[in-house]
T-cell receptor
């Protein structure tokens, strides 16, 4: 595997389910990110991790719970979601946060909440 | 505070025509600027980035962008559009304070034959 991988690619869940999204980067980067991409809305930064420590949480509802056990893996735990949470969830990584370091994106997980 | 404005949510061109996608930024310090492309059902892919080494930046797939400080712009161009260029394009800015990228709302490029 190379680059940034995300699993699953598609997920359908009910509002009472609990599920997790997984992201893995094979680039040796120190920073990882979760974004939400909804139709007709700008890309929304959700969380930023740098050296496994969360450095940004952009007022994300508590039904989204991130976990970063090491610099290569990032999870997004989901519970009691709402239909408006249906979106493409993108994971990205970069060498470090900011300072001109480009972000490398995974293919995303298409989430549908029924 | 940083921000990015992409003028035109949708641009349509004919195959072989010039592509021009506009991006204006706001930053209190010299910024880093990026253009990303997203094809359907895929993540974002870096096209090019400006890091102050040169004002004209060449990227992949024949795209280039010019940093114009006086106009606070970083427009993306390609001399001749190809059908495979149809995608969504995002401009992004980062300042030197170590913050994450700020993305524009995106521009959808359509290419007709």
């Amino acid at each position: 595997e190379t680059g940034v991988t995300q699993t699953p690619r598609h997920l359908v869940m009910g509002m009472t389910n609990k599920k997790s999204l997984k992201c893995e980067q094979h680039l040796g980067h120190n920073a990882m990110y979760w974004y939400k991409q909804s139709a007709k809305k700008p890309l929304e930064l959700m969380f930023v991790y740098n050296f496994k420590e969360q450095t940004e949480n952009n007022s994300v509802p508590s039904r989204f719970s991130p976990e970063c056990p090491n610099s290569s893996h990032l999870f997004l735990h989901l519970h009691t979601l709402q239909p408006e949470d249906s979106a493409l969830y993108l994971c990205a990584s970069s060498q470090d946060v900011g300072q001109g370091h480009e972000q490398f994106f995974g293919p995303g997980t298409r989430l549908t909440v029924l | 505070a940083q921000s990015v404005t992409q003028l035109g949510s949708h641009v349509s061109v004919s195959e072989g025509a010039l592509v021009l996608l506009r991006c204006n930024y706001s930053s209190s310090v010299p910024p880093y600027l990026f253009w990303y492309v997203q094809y359907p059902n895929q993540g974002l892919q870096l096209l090019l980035k400006y890091t102050s080494a040169a004002t004209l930046v060449k990227g992949i797939n024949g795209f280039e962008a010019e940093f114009k400080k006086s106009e606070t712009s970083f427009h993306l161009t390609k001399p001749s559009a190809h059908m495979s260029d149809a995608a969504e394009y995002f401009c992004a800015v980062s300042d030197r304070a170590g913050t994450a990228l700020i993305f524009g709302k995106g521009t959808t490029l359509s290419v007709s034959s």
